[in-house]
């Protein structure tokens, strides 16, 4: 697969007397890129991402195209023009409108590089191709090869979000089923995941699922070894159902092999499966090419099948019965715009998103009226419970563990054996609500039963506005014992409880937590590991989706620096104006 790439551009002033003495300069620039990049910046995979640098440095036009030429073989998706010297700016700028591009000009003022990077800036701006502007804050000495710690973090984050556009281009999302119980995110937009995002939507009805099961479509050796992985690492939690709507225990006997089998159904018709092939199944075994995807569940499977929360649990977590593995995106009650917003996450941490309901917001003074614990610290402003109706990532009970020892959620491939079993023995599996799930199957009850720094992440689409972004960075907390049994059980305690502080900045949505919660656009968020807040502001800027919320400092906006001549003050406004000027990427 020719996986994408950041496309380095050593650019350079035409007058060959004086770019002697500075190619090599311009060359250690491009250079000193590419090794910050690939040796920090991994994708998805875990693989590290791969830069190439134009063949020579570009004086003009027929240099430009040359280059142009060698990307687009390589499939460069973002390109990184490089400078220490006064250069041509639209002679040499990268105007291929698929690429998304950024300009380092190295601040010194012997051959001035932020000079052209102000001029070329002023070109992109005008011709309508956004770029971001990268420049060190202090000016360097001529001979020196360093990049700047200001100027790594921006390179490394404009590489990250490019390297995720390119991840997302030309994949596709798959609905298992149809519309959720009216729930509008679940109506998959064709023309916002086309033409915002360049993915395929696809439908699959859920039936295909019985019919692999049923004509036995799946690997029957990965099989034997997923159902014995799970009785031996999946433990069935409390049967909360009223005695005589529980099921029998050879009727759940038999809907744990079905939830092993639709799990791995479920991957296979997402991303194909070799071994299918084998088994005279070819077309099955091509998968969809899915980056990511939704189940519907309710009401048409789980009024009468198993329900999929085992399958949306362990999909969607880094790790299975074949050990760590990259998550697969699987949004539940088809929610296609949550799926996007846990894609988005992903794509920024490499580690898994647990989908959740943005369910309660809880007072201090309700949870003093209801409970007699004044809540304190992270607590004190009160919180927001997310819960999933049955199904997140394991990850998310906060059990695995960094070197130093902190509760984490990792990168998957950063996941030990030590995580994994932590993280399945924090972890129930209760039968489900007979009352919502006639069906029956196992839904994934745990806590995140640690203190994290984590992003709550939400995509919504508003006529008249188009796709937004919601953005709120805070920490999962956790409440004393008797305080989380009180108000967990006034839900329903067989599924996943977070409790979430967003963190407050004392000023309009991020004002109270009952703001955000108010705010929110959807039942619907996903949160993931880490403050990310201003990773998704920059990808969200490449895909021209205005963010209409967030809680990151002012200082860490990075956006294309043609934004700004929409308006500098209402970062808000200005990015809705940016935006609807240049339109999705993909028309
Ligand atoms: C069981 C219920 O139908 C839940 O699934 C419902 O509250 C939701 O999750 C709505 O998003
Ligand atoms: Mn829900």
Redesign the pocket.
Known sequence: MNKPKIGIRPIIDGRRAERANLEEKVMSMAMAAKILIEENLKDTDGEYVQCVIADSTISGSAQARDCAEKFARENVVGTLSVTSCWCYGSETMDTDPMTVKAVWGFNGTENPGAVYLAAVLSAHAQKGYPAFSIYGKDVQDKSDTSIPEDVQEKILRFARCAIAVGTIRGKSYVNIGAVS?G?QGSYCDDNFFQKYLGIRPEFVDMIEINRRIKEEIYDKEEYERAYKWTLEHCQEGMDNNPDKMQHTRSQKDEEWKFIVKMTMIIRDIMLGNPKLRDQGYYEESLGRNAIAGGFQG?RMWSDWQPVGDFSEAFLNSGFDWNGPRKPIILAT?NDTLNAVSMLFGHLMSNGSSVFA?VRCYWSPEAVKRVTGWEPEGKAAGGFIHLI??GAAALDGTGQSRDKAGNQVMKPWYDMTDADVDACLRATKWCPASAG?FKGGGFSSQFRTAAEMPVTLVRVNLIAGAGPTLQIAEGYTITLPEEVHQIIDKRTDPTWPTTWFAPNLTGRGAFGSVYSVMAKWGS??GAFVYGHIGKDLITLASMLRIPVSMHNVGYEDVFRPHCWDGFGTDGQESADYRACHAYGAMYR
Do not use: K
């Open positions: 119980m729930i309710q009650e309901d999933n109706s919502y039942n619907h």
